[in-house]
């Protein structure tokens, strides 16, 4: 059976609640992801990802240095161990109509599972079978991680 810490993302990128979604924006850009952990008191506080900038921000003519990260964050974070099955993280991504979770170690943030961490877990169980397209998957994965930087 996999577990979160088969499948997980473990650049874990994190910042204050106090500084500005600008900063939020070029951190993850310095860094090459789609969501950051904000923390507070060293546990996870919030999240905050592309879509938020872009639905919070954006999409109301904000001024993206004039908010500041907690005022956009999407909280609570939904937090799982790195040896939760994975098909129990599914669940808790379904239920809670979520793309992302944040892997924990105690309270320290270790990785990330997006939904297309998934996507590729599922295609590492499917190279098995003899009718699996693996090549057009493997495409879609590769161009995904192309786009992504």
């Known amino acids: 059976m996999s577990t979160a810490r088969d499948i997980m993302s473990k650049k874990v990128v994190s910042i204050e609640p106090s500084v500005s979604a600008k900063e939020v924006a070029k951190l993850m850009d310095r860094n090459n992801v789609s969501c950051v952990v904000l923390m507070l008191n060293e546990e996870p506080y919030g999240i905050i990802t592309e879509r938020d900038l872009l639905s919070k921000i954006t999409a109301h003519d904000k001024r993206s240095s004039e908010i500041k990260a907690e005022e956009i964050m999407s909280s609570p974070v939904?937090?799982?161990?790195?040896?939760?099955?994975?098909?129990?993280?599914?669940?808790?991504?379904?239920?809670?109509?979520?793309?992302?979770?944040?892997?924990?170690?105690?309270?320290?943030?270790?990785?990330?599972?997006?939904?297309?961490?998934?996507?590729?877990?599922?295609?590492?169980?499917?190279?098995?079978?003899?009718?699996?397209?693996?090549?057009?998957?493997?495409?879609?994965?590769?161009?995904?991680?192309?786009?992504?930087?």
Do not use: C
Request: no cysteine; hydrophobic share 35%.
């Open 78 to 149: 939904t937090l799982v161990s790195p040896g939760t099955p994975t098909d129990e993280v599914a669940q808790k991504m379904i239920e809670n109509k979520i793309r992302r979770v944040v892997v924990v170690d105690g309270h320290q943030p270790v990785g990330i599972i997006t939904v297309t961490d998934f996507v590729k877990h599922l295609n590492s169980i499917l190279e098995d079978f003899d009718d699996y397209k693996k090549d057009l998957y493997q495409s879609l994965i590769d161009e995904y991680d192309h786009w992504k930087g």
